[in-house]
Each structure stands twice: as structure tokens, then as C-alpha cells.
């Protein structure tokens, strides 16, 4: 089955196909061509999420193009 919720090429917050903008930045620019994801639920505590650059929970695509 394949994935078609789409990242934003912003923040890579992973959005529900359905959206026109980003949930997390309000960016319009979001694509289907991502790949791999993590799922971030303490940003604050996380090592990975300081590194993305990453402040609210949630899915985020690893690579977006």
C-alpha cells in the first residue's frame, strides 16, 4: 500500500493527504515525493528533534523533495 499523505517542504511535518497547507507551519508547499519518517512525542526531550529543528510533536519526514 502506498502513502499518499503529503510533507511540507518547510518544516517536513507529514500531513493527511486531504490538507492545502501544512497543520504544523501553514506552508502550501507540500509534496508527496518524501521518504522515511519519525515520529517525534517529547521535542523537547529529544536529541533528534534538536537536530531537525523540531518544537512540536509529531510525524516528520526524513527526506523531502
Request: hydrophobic share 30%; aromatic share 6%.
Amino acid at each position: 500500500m502506498a502513502d499518499d499523505r503529503l510533507a511540507c517542504r518547510e518544516c517536513h511535518y507529514v500531513n493527511e493527504p486531504d490538507r492545502q497547507n501544512c497543520e504544523n507551519c501553514g506552508s502550501s508547499s507540500l509534496t508527496e515525493d518524501w521518504a522515511g519518517y519519525v515520529i517525534i512525542s517529547h521535542p523537547e526531550k529529544s536529541e533528534v528533534a534538536t537536530e531537525m529543528n523540531v518544537s512540536e510533536p509529531g510525524s516528520y519526514a526524513l527526506k523531502v523533495r
